[in-house]
């Protein structure tokens, strides 16, 4: 078998197959054996009938396709796995010649991850620092105010709604959800809706019902919306008055095992001081990534990049489903744009993402980062404990196990990188 390998712009290359006649033969018996065991001949048990019989019934045009389908699978993967080539997706494959005691040519297009030449990472890493974390006293109390509000108690009530009141409604406008009534709960003046909407619920009773005008909030994700007016039909559904207890050791002992106000505060401090610590963890990195991503120059494969576009457009779908309470379709003519330029839009990001992917991809290759078997056992054993039996039945345990292998090894590449900033 001859094999001629050439390179094409953005990262991709064909391969070019040439067996010979006595090489494909073997794959045509392969597929004349196959397909015998699938075809009845009359007087012959299953599978049993003559070569000849059985060639002439499939005919000829049938068995030539199956058997350039099987050489075409098992020469192109054992060539990639010998020489280590690593394709992004399916190859684009194209039968050049084939026919019965001649040689086999194809041919097969594939995009490949390219080749990486990182700078001096480690240099990189070191100059990056982590800042300084503390917990400030306003951000214990708004954390306080919190839970303050959390125990409320909440009393019916039959009046006028007034601001700190936790009231229940339901309201239209043509521009959200289609049209279609939604319901909302919050505390009047405190639930960070458009100011003028909350303004007009003063006053209301539970049962009332309200047509204004209101101006919607600026927001980047519909800026069809944004800083205009919109007409609002309200129903009021409860009026409720909030008692909320006061900040002292009671109020912290029925929270749990704290005895004081004191230990409150310092659990508060602790956690508080966790999640800043977490934050500025991750803001750190991004930061490493980013400055060693700067400095590498590759070409980045078309195809990942469309995979990516694709994930970042179903997120958005979803996003918008559970945010805004609008179809996509109705977003879609709110913003006057196709699927397609929704899903161009995201190139740059996408292009950013795969770049940073492939780049501490490289950087676990240089620093021989592996992730072995019972690693990935143990973490997926700890992810399905917290699913439900139901839950579970719905997962696909290979793509959980592949996506826990990658967040292992990209947590291992990021744990280097950070030896070189001690």
């Known amino acids: ?50 070569d000849k019989m059985i ?42 010649k084939i026919a019965k005691g001649s040689p086999f040519i194809f041919k097969a297009k594939i995009t490949v991850l390219p080749e990486i030449q990182l700078p001096d990472y480690k240099e990189i890493s070191g100059k990056i620092k982590a ?14 105010n919190y839970l303050q509000k959390s125990r409320a108690k909440l009393t019916l009530e039959d009046r006028p709604a007034e601001k700190k009141d936790f009231v229940e409604i339901k309201y239209q406008n043509k521009d959200i959800n289609a049209g279609k009534e939604i319901g909302d709960r ?67 002992q029925t929270l749990g095992a704290f005895d004081t106000l004191v230990a409150l505060k310092k659990n508060l401090n602790e956690g508080i001081l966790m999640e800043k610590q977490e934050a500025e963890k991750q803001r750190k990195r991004g930061e490493i990534l980013e400055k060693i991503a700067e400095k ?9 990049v469309e995979y990516e576009k694709d994930r970042l457009f179903e997120d958005m779908k ?35 993402r795969i770049k940073n992917f492939l780049v501490l991809r490289q950087i676990g290759k240089n620093e021989k980062v592996e992730v072995s078997e019972e690693e990935i056992e143990e973490e997926v054993t700890k992810t399905i404990k917290n699913y439900s039996k139901s839950d579970l039945d719905k997962i696909d345990i290979e793509q959980l196990k592949e996506y826990t292998k ?3 090894y990209n947590e291992k590449v990021f744990q280097k990188l950070e030896t070189f900033t001690d």
């Open 186 to 252: 919050f505390i009047l003046g405190e639930s960070g809706l458009m100011k003028d909407f909350e303004d007009k619920l003063l006053g209301m009773k539970a049962g009332e019902e309200k047509d204004f005008k209101a101006k919607f909030p600026e927001n980047p994700e519909r800026k069809d919306l944004a800083g205009k007016e919109g007409d609002f039909h309200v129903k009021m559904m409860g009026v409720h008055k909030m008692e909320i207890p006061e900040i002292n050791d009671n109020f912290a």
């Open 296 to 304: 590498t120059d590759f070409e980045i494969p078309e195809k990942l």
């Open 406 to 408: 990658g967040a292992i």
């Open 55 to 96: 060639e002439e019934k499939i005919g000829q045009e049938n068995l030539l396709m199956e058997a350039g389908d099987h050489a075409v699978k098992h020469v192109y993967t054992d060539y990639i796995l010998a020489n280590n080539i690593e394709p992004v997706g399916h190859p684009e494959v194209q039968i050049v």
């Open 131 to 144: 800042k300084e974390i503390a917990v400030t006293e306003e951000e214990i109390q708004d954390a306080l």
């Open 318 to 352: 979803a996003h918008i489903a559970g945010s805004f309470k609008i179809s996509f379709e109705d977003y879609l003519a709110s913003v006057k744009k196709t699927e397609q330029e929704i899903k161009d839009s995201f190139k740059k990001e996408a292009e950013k």
């Open 1 to 50: 078998m001859q094999v001629k390998q050439n390179k094409l712009p953005k990262s991709e290359i064909e391969l070019e197959f040439e067996l010979t006649a006595e090489e494909f033969q073997e794959h045509f018996r392969h597929a004349l054996l196959h397909l015998k065991s699938h075809v009845k001949m009359d007087g012959f048990r299953q599978g049993q009938a003559p």
